[in-house]
């Protein structure tokens, strides 16, 4: 029988297993010398972004604000 697993342990084990492609994917750019050096400020925005957006739509309360920004 396949146990089920609750919100929370669902949300970490996506949050976990994305951390972790989110760090390798930024010490591939680092280490990868200076020729792909210029796309680590546009990881960082687009993560930024996605964060915010996230959090926009699992806080009900801050939702109007953040979307009246984009």
Not at 25 to 49: H, M, Q, Y
């Amino acid at each position: 029988m396949i146990k089920r697993r609750g919100k929370l342990k669902r949300g970490l084990i996506v949050f976990g297993s994305a951390a972790g492609s989110t760090a390798e994917l930024a010490r591939g750019l680092w280490r990868s010398g200076s020729s792909k050096r210029w796309l680590v400020p546009l990881v960082i925005f687009l993560c930024v972004t996605g964060l915010v957006l996230i959090v926009g739509a699992s806080v009900e309360a801050l939702a109007p604000f953040i979307y009246s920004i984009f």
